[in-house]
């Protein structure tokens, strides 16, 4: 079982619809969660962190947190053309060390 | 503040040969973390720094070391290259609180390709 699971998609949304991405992970002790956004030739850049379980918003972005589910999601409403990346859940494990999932590619159609 | 620099940005080695890779940190952040990124296994952790002390590891073979130094500028070695360690390798820093590694930032990364 990996660590950090994402579906890898594409998850294809038309422009103005909620994007929806999952994540699970493995180890129960995780504290810290995050989701960066990569783009096609770029490093990844982080949108959201959270760290404790419930919503969490900034602008058109919600994460959600589940410890007990060890669920993380990340919500983008009214997605636009320029939302289109890959997105990457990454789960601080504890012991200094931060893994990722392999990440969600995501299509907003305009 | 200006943001996380990598060196070289591409590199072209042949097989056998070593390559170092260098990371300079944002300003005060101690925290320096590399990461190997490939189509098929996406981003897989290195190694983590702190205040020139490794503090975790990823699983990869011993070829792959680092060190960092006094100014948290980072460097990471690859020995005797294979043509399986063609990748992007992400240097990422943080401003760690708390003993966690926290929001991590990354640079441009290091092209590398192995012929």
């Known amino acids: 079982q990996k660590e950090v699971e994402q579906n890898s998609g594409p998850l294809s949304v038309p422009e103005g619809a909620i994007a929806s991405l999952n994540c699970t992970y493995s180890?129960?002790?995780?504290?810290?969660f995050f989701w960066y956004r990569q783009y096609s030739g770029k490093s990844p850049e982080l949108i959201m962190s959270i760290y404790s379980n419930g919503d969490k918003e900034d602008g058109r972005f919600t994460a959600q947190l589940n410890k007990a589910s060890q669920y993380v999601s990340l919500l983008i409403r009214d997605s636009q053309p320029s939302d289109s990346a890959t997105y990457l859940c990454?789960?601080?494990?504890?012991?200094?060390?931060?893994?990722f999932g392999a990440g969600t590619r995501l299509f907003v159609k305009a | 503040k200006a943001g996380v620099t990598q060196t070289p940005r591409y590199l072209i080695k042949t097989r056998g040969q070593q390559v170092t890779l260098s990371c300079s940190p944002i300003s005060g952040h101690r925290s320096v973390s590399w990461y190997q990124q490939t189509p098929g296994q996406g981003l897989q952790f290195l190694f983590e720094y702190f205040s020139e002390t490794q503090r975790n590891k990823g699983n990869f073979p011993g070829r792959f070391s680092g060190r960092q130094f006094s100014n948290s500028r980072s460097e990471m070695n690859v020995s005797t290259l294979e043509l399986g360690d063609s990748a992007l390798y992400l240097c990422?820093?943080?401003?760690?609180?708390?003993?966690?590694?926290?929001?991590?930032?990354f640079g441009p990364g290091t092209r590398l390709t192995v012929l």
């Open positions: 180890d129960r002790v995780s504290q810290s």
């Open positions: 990454a789960v601080e494990t504890g012991g200094f060390k931060t893994i």
């Open positions: 990422a820093s943080s401003d760690p609180s708390g003993g966690s590694t926290d929001t991590q930032y």
